[in-house]
């Protein structure tokens, strides 16, 4: 972690990527970034130039020219720090960028550390944490929907309802602490009442966001899902079935460039991960049976089940006992009747009654297949897909909110079985903390630490 005076220090580092290219960039921050630049630089007199200017002129190391350059200053607070920051444009070969990072450090500045210009924005208050990892989201998104997830929460959207919420909580948590200074004149500054009501309130809405956790994750990396069934079940065939119609549809894009992800498939705009395909695809025989524990811990993290039989080849009594162990397992999963093109009409009358919910396919020829698809929308819940909502994309917010949720909880319980108001008060700061957290309001040097290391020298 940074310590104090690592923030008074000038840093530097290649912004633009490494390698040849036609130009590079090296960046400059930090209070003495236009003094240190100008130890180094033959033109104008940086130190007497304007914010937001750019300047031509050479880099020397004594009397030897290193490179022509274009220099641009910004001034603080007028720059993405909030610091005196340059940027020298140096032609792009590694040899001038080393040479220019080497002098510089020579004349006081020191190399930046992983994402530490975008820590310091933050710092200086730029944007909020949220932001700051939006930014990092942004950079890696590789959809049109994570893509905006990121620009949303980028843009402030997310921050900006944390805040509210914090907001309203916070008059309520200083009522109370008022009250403990009367403690023995028995005042009520805060209502109860009205506490209470914001409280639910709160509530509703965070499990609004924990909610929007799931679709998040589904924007980020697809609905994981396994075909789950004996040997011959079809699971293969039913795969390939899915994934050929994808390929189809994909190919039928005049001029489509997208790549053909082997085990993902777009149903009605959402992405299906399946699971361990690979090894359904090349064996037949060695997938065991739901009921073998390596089967089941596959399972477990699926977020969608396809429980796959032949009605050829499986009886009642061991499908209502798959469909308990399904049940035990706590996964969504739909039941799925597979080769109707040679199956038993009396069986398939005894399956309706006994599990209406059953659709009935046939892999091999392609036979209702749009019904499954429909099917498996139902089941991952598309209300959750409309827009405008916030979404929740990031694990460590998922985690506030979670936690939250369990202060905001003992909140309303000790209005309940009204408990002292140090304890309520307590109970409203954690609430407090855990908001902040997702923010940056509440910071720990460990938790700015881990964020800010996963992103690049240079940002
Ligand atoms: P897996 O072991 O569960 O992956 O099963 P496979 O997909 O390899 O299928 C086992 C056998 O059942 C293969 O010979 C498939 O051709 C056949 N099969 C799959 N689906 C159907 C179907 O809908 N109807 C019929 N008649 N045969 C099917």
């Given at each position: 972690m940074f310590r104090l005076h690592e923030k008074e220090d000038t840093i530097v580092a290649l912004a633009t990527p490494q390698g040849v290219g036609a130009i590079a960039v090296v960046r400059l921050s930090g209070k003495d970034a236009i003094r240190i630049c100008n130890r180094i630089f033959k033109g104008k007199n940086l130190e007497n130039q304007e914010s937001h200017t750019i300047h031509f002129g050479t880099i020397r190391d004594g009397e030897k020219i290193i490179d022509e350059v274009l220099v641009s200053l910004f001034i603080a607070p007028k720059s993405f720090t909030k610091e005196n920051a340059v940027e020298i444009s140096t032609h792009g070969s590694s040899y001038i960028v080393n040479q220019v990072i080497k002098l510089l450090i020579r004349e006081g500045a020191r190399p930046a550390k992983p994402g530490e210009f975008t820590q310091r924005a933050f710092l200086n208050g730029q944007f909020d944490l949220a932001q700051a990892e939006a930014v990092a989201d942004l950079i890696h998104s590789d959809s049109e929907a994570s893509h905006q997830a990121a620009l949303n929460q980028m843009r402030g959207g997310f921050s900006g309802e944390i805040s509210k919420l914090r907001a309203e909580l916070i008059h309520f948590a200083s009522m109370i602490e008022l009250e403990l200074d009367f403690t023995e004149e028995d005042v009520e500054f805060a209502s109860r009442d009205d506490l209470q009501i914001l409280v639910e309130k709160l509530l509703r809405e965070v499990e609004l966001l924990i909610g929007s956790f799931d679709l998040?994750?589904?924007?980020?990396?697809?609905?994981?899902?396994?075909?789950?069934?004996?040997?011959?079940?079809?699971?293969?065939?039913l795969l390939n079935a899915l994934l050929n119609e994808e390929k189809a549809i994909v190919s039928d894009?005049?001029?489509?460039?997208?790549d053909f992800i082997e085990d993902e498939i777009n149903i009605g705009g959402v992405i299906f991960r399946f699971i361990d395909t690979a090894g359904l695809r090349e064996t037949t025989d060695t997938?065991?049976?739901?009921g073998v524990s390596r089967t089941q811990e596959k399972m477990k993290t699926a977020s969608l089940i396809l429980y796959l039989f032949d009605l050829g080849d499986t009886d009642m009594v061991e499908i209502n006992r798959d469909i308990n162990k399904l049940e035990n397992l706590g996964v969504p999963f739909l039941k799925v009747a597979n080769k109707i093109d040679k199956a038993n009409q009396q069986f398939i009358n005894e399956l309706k009654s006994s599990h209406p919910d059953t659709i009935f396919i046939s892999a091999g020829q392609k036979e209702n297949l749009d019904d499954l698809k429909s099917k498996i929308l139902e089941l991952v819940n598309l209300d959750k897909?409309?827009?405008?909502?916030?979404?929740?994309?990031?694990?460590?917010?998922?985690?506030?909110l979670v936690k939250t949720r369990t202060s905001l909880l003992d909140v309303l319980n000790g209005i309940d079985i009204a408990i002292t108001n140090d304890f309520l008060a307590m109970d409203i700061r954690r609430s407090l903390h855990f908001l902040g957290e997702i923010t940056g309001e509440i910071t720990t040097d460990d938790l700015l630490a881990n964020i800010f290391s996963k992103f690049c020298i240079g940002k």
């Open positions: 998040g994750n589904v924007i980020k990396n697809g609905v994981p899902t396994v075909i789950a069934g004996k040997p011959n079940a079809g699971k293969s065939t894009i005049a001029g489509t460039t997208r997938i065991e049976a739901i897909f409309k827009t405008g909502n916030t979404i929740v994309t990031n694990i460590r917010h998922y985690d506030s």
